[in-house]
């Protein structure tokens, strides 16, 4: 299908809002927006807010937020999921937060640290396992740097004091021991998580050194919100070091504690996940004078955008070495897209993932000549909303907090030819035909970060769209007989 009117677009919404009742249909319309070109785009869609009861909703929880993105990532620290094992065991190394070192004795990021509640844990209180587990895990991977407690739902259910726990702890071992207050039923999404993760970052490490008489060099910077996803991290690292600045911290992807202990003696911070981490950021600015900016490195456009941006924040040396960067790896860029354009021009993309994505891989698909006709976020808010629209060409559709009925029937209306979501909507899709690219972990591939990782993903992109396999299944659309919206 080729690109919609504001006026088609709006006209699908209101098609598939019509089979809820009436007070839903209300309360989805809110959430749903086809772009135009005089919209204010935080008035147009509401987001950050409770999702309908019974719909299957895409979201994650307070956890997954500061367990599963901004804590867990941190290689040095233990992080125990303090509650059933099934959290701990469903978050442990599932987005492939890649990193060096031993695992086990250095590392840990990979290893499910687990109280693992039963009844008489909920009865009795789990305080006093806590402690227990707080110990052995200091005799048994005594190298560890610090230790985060990760309280999952029924720790806030029962009242577990787990703040009192962590202070007794901190003084007993001499490191830190953080509570983090992540339990899965507080907030709307896992965005609170990521909220309350950063402010245990802020209470807890930001100021571990002050005064230590460490002086920043004027060319070092630090990289927050990256998650280090198939080596994204260090793809971008290479770019800013070769452009002559030094990277004195990164995190919470391959990140240790010293290097979020030292972030406050940066010159300039690059944020990359605004949404889980621009708190934080936030914060250092008001607290230690610290300037920040987000960029974006998916795709030779916009890379080559950030690096210009980043450099004006130095000097002409910095800003003359950033653009013989460009240039170097501009032929590179030119060869990607000489071989793969050819085969995506005109292909038609619908987006639908958490954090950055949703707005900030747009421009490498523009890149390869394909185009985003949808485009959404599981727990944006208004503020990402914002930062999207300018991405958007008149009649994208817009859909926050999507549900899995709403998807489906956006999609078999737009007909798009890859759809790029998470773990819970891939094998949907797949079931119905349509090429799946899972955009939270790149498919167990990446990285696609930096121009070394475009070429990868412009590689996957190829390989899942032009793949054999399609032939052999039918998309509902095409299939014969009533039409599968029409039968709902």
Same mark, same amino acid.
């Given at each position: 299908m080729s690109s919609m009117t504001q006026d088609e677009a709006q006209a699908l919404i209101e098609e598939v809002l019509e089979v809820y009742p009436e007070a839903t249909r209300e309360e989805r319309a809110?959430?749903?927006?086809?772009? &135009?070109?005089?919209?204010?785009?935080s008035k147009c869609v509401t987001s950050n807010r409770k999702s309908v009861p019974g719909v299957m909703t895409q979201r994650g929880c307070a956890y997954a937020g500061s367990k599963g993105v901004v804590w867990g990532p941190i290689k040095d620290m233990v992080h125990i999921s303090h509650g059933p094992v099934g959290c701990g065991q469903l978050s442990r190394a599932g987005r492939r937060n890649y990193y060096t070192g031993h695992t086990g004795v250095d590392t840990f990021g990979t290893i499910n640290f687990t109280?693992? %509640? *039963?009844?008489?844990? @909920?009865? %009795?209180? &789990? +305080?006093?396992?806590?402690?227990?587990i707080i110990d052995e895990v200091e005799m048994l991977f005594p190298l560890n740097k610090g230790i985060t407690v990760q309280s999952e739902c029924p720790v806030g259910l029962i009242g577990d004091d787990i703040d009192s726990v962590g202070r007794q702890a901190t003084e007993r071992l001499?490191?830190?021991? @953080?509570?983090?207050?992540?339990? &899965?039923?507080?907030?709307?999404? *896992?965005?609170?998580? !990521?909220? @309350?993760a950063n402010d245990t970052i802020r209470d807890h490490v930001l100021e571990n050194r002050d005064g230590d008489g460490h002086q920043a060099g004027p060319y070092d910077v630090a990289i927050v919100g990256d998650y280090n996803i198939g080596g994204d991290c260090w793809a971008s690292r290479i770019l800013l070091e070769e452009m002559g600045l030094n990277v004195v911290a990164q995190w919470s992807g391959d990140g240790t504690l010293a290097e979020m202990e030292n972030t406050p003696k940066v010159q300039l911070n690059l944020l990359h996940c605004y949404r889980s981490m621009n708190y934080i950021c936030e914060h250092m600015e008001k607290t230690h004078g610290i300037p920040w900016m987000e960029f974006n490195f998916f795709g030779p456009m916009r890379i080559a955008q950030s690096l210009r941006e980043i450099a004006a924040r130095f000097d002409e040396t910095i800003q003359a070495n950033a653009e013989a960067v460009i240039a170097k790896y501009q032929p590179m860029m030119d060869a990607v897209i000489a071989k793969y354009r050819p085969r995506l021009e005109g292909k038609k993309v619908m987006l639908y993932v958490g954090g950055l994505r949703s707005r900030h891989v747009i421009g490498a698909y523009e890149d390869l000549g394909m185009e985003v006709l949808g485009t959404g976020y599981e727990f944006? !808010?208004?503020?990402?909303?914002?930062?999207?629209?300018?991405?958007?060409?008149?009649?994208?559709?817009?859909?926050?907090d999507a549900n899995a009925f709403e998807l489906e029937r956006f999609i078999e209306r737009v007909q798009p030819d890859l759809v790029a979501a998470g773990i819970k909507e891939k094998y949907v899709? *797949?079931?119905?035909?349509?090429? %799946?690219?899972?955009? !939270?972990?790149?498919?167990?591939?990446?990285?696609? !970060?930096?121009?070394?990782? %475009?070429? @990868?993903?412009?590689?996957?992109? +190829?390989?899942?769209?032009?793949?054999?396999?399609? +032939?052999?299944?039918?998309?509902?659309?095409?299939?014969? &007989?009533?039409?599968?919206s029409k039968a709902a």
């Open positions: 809110k959430h749903l927006a086809a772009v &135009g070109a005089d919209q204010q785009p109280s693992d %509640f *039963q009844e008489r844990d @909920i009865v %009795f209180g &789990g +305080d006093p396992k806590l402690e227990k001499g490191k830190p021991v @953080i509570p983090v207050r992540c339990e &899965g039923f507080r907030g709307v999404s *896992q965005s609170l998580g !990521h909220h @309350i944006a !808010h208004d503020d990402d909303y914002d930062r999207t629209y300018p991405e958007l060409k008149e009649g994208t559709l817009v859909y926050d899709f *797949q079931k119905m035909g349509l090429p %799946f690219r899972q955009m !939270h972990s790149w498919d167990y591939s990446g990285p696609y !970060h930096g121009y070394d990782g %475009f070429a @990868i993903f412009a590689r996957d992109m +190829d390989m899942t769209l032009n793949n054999p396999v399609w +032939d052999r299944m039918t998309p509902p659309w095409k299939a014969t &007989g009533e039409p599968a």
